[in-house]
T-cell receptor, first 111, second 116 residues
Framework: DAKTTQPPSMDCAEGRAANLPCNHS???????VYWYRQIHSQGPQYIIH???NNETNEMASLIITEDRKSSTLILPHATLRDTAVYYC????????????FGQGTTLQVKP | DAGVTQSPTHLIKTRGQQVTLRCSPK?????VSWYQQALGQGPQFIFQ???????QRGNFPDRFSGHQFPNYSSELNVNALLLGDSALYLC???????????????FGPGTRLTVL
């Protein structure tokens, strides 16, 4: 599975969009980009995943560049409850679940 | 519907002892994975159980072993505890339909193990 690189920390004002970047320049054609987040003292929580098209669900949007070397997770209206560590993971299709977590990005949403 | 549950929530052991951690998967899930999360680090994959067998294993020594029961619940055993085994141990469950590319794992709250 490809290595991913994320900034260690970011701040965002409450109510504004939070844009979390992820680089995965060695991603292969069959690897999906998954995002999880971990709120303090809880287990990680799935947010969204995608292959090459942009994806949106009730939690967030995922924008993947055309060359698939990077992606951005967008939380459209960040709240204080979105303060967490966000992990970007490349996962091959057919991989049954060995998630490789990096250091992630600590997002601090401020009032 | 209960999500993934783990027990105990906290545990204190001394070096050299053995420990067993337990996990009950989310209803309908048949696969259980275990992760170790040291303070300030991302979770590290230990192993995964499916159909009562270890299907994948991460880079952990044989002191770490596991088991999956017919009801899909699972145990993680660690022998000869070291100070460095102090961590949050997370259990995750999933069900991947044949041919599906969707692999969402549901994590439990974890067991905090402290080795003194």
């Amino acid at each position: 599975d490809a290595k991913t690189t994320q900034p260690p920390s970011m701040d965002c004002a409450e109510g504004r969009a939070a844009n979390l970047p992820c680089n995965h320049s060695t991603i292969s054609g069959n690897e999906y980009v998954y995002w999880y987040r971990q709120i303090h003292s809880q287990g990680p929580q799935y947010i969204i995943h995608g292959l090459k098209n942009n994806e949106t669900n009730e939690m967030a949007s995922l924008i993947i560049t055309e060359d698939r070397k990077s992606s951005t997770l967008i939380l459209p209206h960040a709240t204080l409850r979105d303060t967490a560590v966000y992990y970007c993971i490349a996962l091959a299709s057919g991989n049954t679940g060995k998630l490789i977590f990096g250091q992630g990005t600590t997002l601090q949403v401020k009032p | 519907d209960a999500g993934v549950t783990q027990s105990p929530t906290h545990l204190i052991k001394t070096r050299g002892q053995q420990v067993t951690l337990r996990c009950s998967p989310k209803s309908g899930h048949d696969t259980v994975s275990w992760y170790q999360q040291a303070l300030g680090q991302g979770p590290q994959f230990i192993f995964q159980y499916y159909e009562e067998e270890e299907r994948q294993r991460g880079n952990f020594p044989d002191r770490f072993s596991g088991h999956q029961f017919p009801n899909y619940s699972s145990e993680l055993n660690v022998n000869a505890l070291l100070l460095g085994d102090s961590a949050l141990y997370l259990c995750a469950s999933s069900f991947v339909a044949t041919g599906s590319t969707y692999n969402e794992q549901f994590f439990g709250p974890g067991t905090r193990l402290t080795v003194l």
